[in-house]
């Protein structure tokens, strides 16, 4: 089991191997691939840091504990009628983004997002709404 805050939710569907370090990057393609393989895979949704914040690199600002982050994981799980300690497989969390999501979506929640310029998240969002699921990361 893997445990998420709900930003990442959204995270892994345009994830395609960057990130803010190779120890970072690393540890999310290993979850991301996870998913993607064993879609049975339970998730536990937590409030605040989780298990990829774990390596996010430790350059002064922590973004992790960031107020507009945990605003970012509240919206997206209320989007997608969740809640805080939750357990559910993948899976599931796929068929929530389905039936609530729009790619459209991405661009008032994830506004401030540098990862949004790379245009990645809304192609995985719609990939994912047309039964895709999560992108081979190589």
């Given amino acids: 089991m893997f445990k998420l805050r709900g930003h990442h939710l959204f995270c892994l569907l345009g994830y395609r191997g960057m990130g803010y370090s190779e120890e970072y990057v690393k540890n999310m393609t290993i979850l991301h691939q996870t998913l993607r393989n064993e879609p049975n895979t339970f998730i536990q949704l937590v409030n605040g840091p989780d298990q990829l914040c774990e390596k996010y690199p430790n350059?002064?600002?922590y973004h992790c504990e960031n107020?507009?982050?945990?605003?970012?994981?509240?919206?997206?799980?209320?989007?997608?009628?969740?809640?805080?300690?939750?357990?559910?497989?993948?899976?599931?969390?796929?068929?929530?983004?389905?039936?609530?999501?729009?790619?459209?979506?991405?661009?008032?929640?994830?506004?401030?997002?540098?990862?949004?310029?790379?245009?990645?998240?809304?192609?995985?969002?719609?990939e994912m709404i047309e039964g895709k699921g999560l992108r081979e990361v190589k």
Avoid: F
């Fill in 59 to 61: 350059s002064g600002d």
């Fill in 67 to 126: 107020q507009n982050i945990y605003e970012k994981d509240a919206i997206i799980l209320k989007k997608l009628g969740l809640e805080i300690g939750q357990i559910l497989s993948w899976s599931e969390i796929e068929s929530r983004i389905r039936k609530h999501a729009v790619p459209s979506d991405l661009a008032t929640i994830c506004e401030s997002c540098s990862w949004r310029a790379y245009g990645v998240c809304e192609e995985g969002m719609q």
